[in-house]
């Protein structure tokens, strides 16, 4: 199988453990994060990629690792490396 590597741009949330003063959070925002991966399952809801791609000759299937699945809402940009 041949799989589109993708490099998606998103927003993620984040938290913090220390005592912040109300007026400090004004400029509080999701952090911008960009992940590079083989494109494994797109839909409405979410994208799905991982790092890696096994193929097991003895067993006839596809395995991956290094899976990441972000929700479409938090996605900004996906760019496609190949084609």
Request: net charge negative; charged share 25%.
């Amino acid at each position: 199988m041949d799989y589109k590597i993708v490099e998606i741009t998103w927003l993620d949330a984040w938290d913090d453990t220390a005592h912040l003063e109300e007026a400090a959070t004004e400029n509080l925002a999701p952090i911008e994060r960009q992940n590079v991966g083989y494109l494994i399952k797109g839909d409405a809801d979410k994208v799905i990629i991982t790092s890696g791609v096994i193929y097991n000759l003895y067993a006839g299937k596809v395995f991956i690792d290094g899976v990441i699945v972000i929700p479409r809402s938090m996605i900004t940009e996906i760019k496609v490396i190949n084609d």
